[in-house]
């Protein structure tokens, strides 16, 4: 039996983990690096997501020098405020009312006249694209793990001193198999004594271990992937007890190679086992799908309800730093989605029963 379902990009939600240049549109790459005089290679050109596999290190190379390629294409000012804006603007497409974007500054420094400059230079294009498009954003400060923890502890102290100006988290990005988490403690009491939330990645190139160490030694509240953590079921419930949020980005986990098929990431164990989630673009650039697109896969390859949907949109707000107010107005448009007719308004299409695709 047909029936209609409702628009997921209508589904007000928060997102939580979007990095800054895989955020950008790939039209806008091609334009920056035309300006530029900056050669793209064929994978970033051809119209459709490159072909990725990072689960050894050789094919983590490749995404990680293609993320730094379409990074050389942001040397000005207008280059960032153009990329916020257009972040914005698919976000507020896709349904988001709160969006918090990580960024590691020291790799525009070199562009923008240095790391306090950078830093500016990305919290003035966020108040100007909240401004312009009414989306909330905030910015997650992310030290890199194949760089010194010094640095890190630099990062985490800059991080600090613009919490009150739209930075909100710390967070710790790249290949998980270099560097310990311990070795970045410091950086983080830094931190989370400064108020910042702790979001670090942990379990998906790596095991469930690397969650326990971002729990252990980093104290984070939430964890950026964690998606193998249903490898250890004592890890499972830990998390659920915590209610340490996992941001999970189902399309990047298959275009790595983390799993081989969009029905294969654990949804539906991470859901049944009570660990909050909240669904990430991740870098969108390189993966070719947005927010909306988390929720479809979790609607056609993992046979999510509508409730279902309401719930991970409802997990994905409490699990951000926004404020009361704007918790409320989201849980309460949520809720307006799932008692809307969708046959009124809400409808994408007609969709035929309601399991997974296999």
Same mark, same amino acid.
């Given at each position: /039996? ?15 983990? !979007?990095?800054?240049?895989?955020? /950008? ?26 072909? !990725? ?8 190379f ?10 050389? *294409? ?6 960032? %405020?153009?990329l ?23 790799s ?15 919290? =003035? &294009?966020? %108040?100007?694209a ?5 989306? @909330?954003?905030?910015? $997650?400060?992310?030290?890199?793990? /194949?760089?010194?923890? $010094?640095?890190?502890?630099? !990062?985490?102290? $800059?991080?600090? +001193? ?28 830094? #931190? ?21 160490? *971002? ?20 890890l499972?419930?830990? $998390? ?5 949020? *996992? ?29 909050p /989630?909240?669904?990430? &673009?991740?870098?969108?650039? !390189? ?11 979790? +609607? ?5 309800? =509508? @409730?279902?949907?309401?719930?991970? #949109? ?21 809720? =307006?989605?799932? #008692? &809307? =007719? ?12 309601s399991?997974?695709?296999?």
């Amino acid at each position: /039996m047909e029936h209609v379902v409702r628009d997921l990009k209508l589904l007000p939600k928060a997102h939580l983990h !979007l990095h800054f240049t895989g955020s /950008m549109r790939p039209s806008t790459l091609l334009e920056l690096a035309d300006k530029y005089g900056v050669h793209l290679p064929e994978a970033l050109t051809g119209g459709e997501p490159p072909k !990725l596999r990072a689960t050894d290190e050789r094919g983590w190379f490749r995404f990680q020098r293609l993320y730094d390629i379409a990074r050389s *294409c942001l040397r000005e000012p207008e280059d960032i %405020r153009r990329l916020v804006r257009e972040v914005a603007e698919e976000d507020v497409r896709d349904g988001s009312g709160w969006l918090e974007i990580q960024v590691d500054p020291t790799s525009y420094a070199p562009r923008l006249g240095g790391l306090i400059p950078a830093l500016e230079i990305i919290l =003035d &294009a966020v %108040r100007t694209a909240q401004r312009d498009t009414g989306l @909330a954003i905030r910015v $997650l400060v992310a030290a890199n793990r /194949m760089k010194h923890p $010094l640095d890190a502890r630099t !990062l985490a102290r $800059l991080a600090v +001193r613009y919490r009150d100006q739209g930075v909100v988290g710390f967070g710790l990005s790249n290949d998980e198999r270099r560097g310990m988490a311990r070795d970045f403690d410091r950086a983080f009491a830094i #931190a989370r004594d400064g108020g910042l939330l702790a979001a670090p990645h942990g379990g998906e190139l790596t095991g469930p271990a690397s969650v326990r160490d *971002c729990l252990d030694d980093l104290r984070a509240s939430r964890i950026g992937h964690g998606v193998r953590a249903v490898e250890d079921p004592r890890l499972l419930r830990l $998390l659920a007890e915590r209610g340490v949020t *996992c941001e999970v980005c189902p399309a990047s986990n298959v275009a790595l190679g983390v799993y081989e098929k969009p029905e294969y990431v654990p949804l539906r164990t991470l859901f049944e086992a009570g660990v909050p /989630m909240a669904l990430g &673009a991740d870098d969108p650039l !390189l993966f070719g799908a947005r927010l909306a697109d988390q929720y479809e896969i979790a +609607r056609h390859h993992h046979g999510f309800t =509508d @409730a279902e949907l309401a719930e991970l #949109a409802r997990q994905s707000v409490r699990g951000s730093v926004a404020p009361e107010d704007v918790r409320r107005a989201l849980l309460s448009g949520i809720d =307006d989605w799932l #008692a &809307a =007719d969708p046959a009124a308004g809400g409808a994408a299409g007609s969709e035929a029963g309601s399991g997974p695709r296999r």
